[in-house]
């Protein structure tokens, strides 16, 4: 059974600095590209970050400069480090690994809240 959970999300102020962790399991975790997408209230959810299972990265131009994400194949786990954090970047903010034969799998979100 494939799981992916998602923890780090919390309450920041303007400025501040997060990072998320997503833990994964019953996948074959390096195979795989690894997203994070994150969905505001009213919005839709949209693609934060990427990485591959060659290491290649990709942000949206939102937050390019500002957010890094990485990975350990060792444990099974994806990162997103948050920096100069923005009120516009309060969302829930999800994990995703998807591999072009094996299909998708989602975490269940974790909340990131910018405010003063």
């Known amino acids: 059974q494939v799981h992916l959970v998602e923890s780090g999300g919390g309450l920041v102020q303007p400025g501040g600095s997060l990072r998320l962790s997503c833990a994964t399991s019953g996948i074959n975790f390096p195979m795989y590209i690894m997203d994070w997408y994150r969905q505001a209230p009213g919005k839709q959810r949209e693609l934060v970050a990427r990485?591959?299972?060659?290491?290649?990265?990709d942000y949206a131009a939102s937050v390019r400069g500002r957010f890094t994400i990485s990975r350990d194949n060792a444990k099974n786990t994806v990162y997103l480090e948050m920096n100069s954090l923005k009120l516009d970047d309060t969302a829930v903010y999800y994990c995703?690994?998807?591999?072009?034969?094996?299909?998708?799998?989602w975490g269940q979100g974790t909340q990131v809240t910018v405010s003063s």
């Open positions: 995703n690994a998807n591999h072009y034969l094996r299909g998708e799998h």
């Open positions: 990485i591959t299972s060659t290491d290649v990265t």
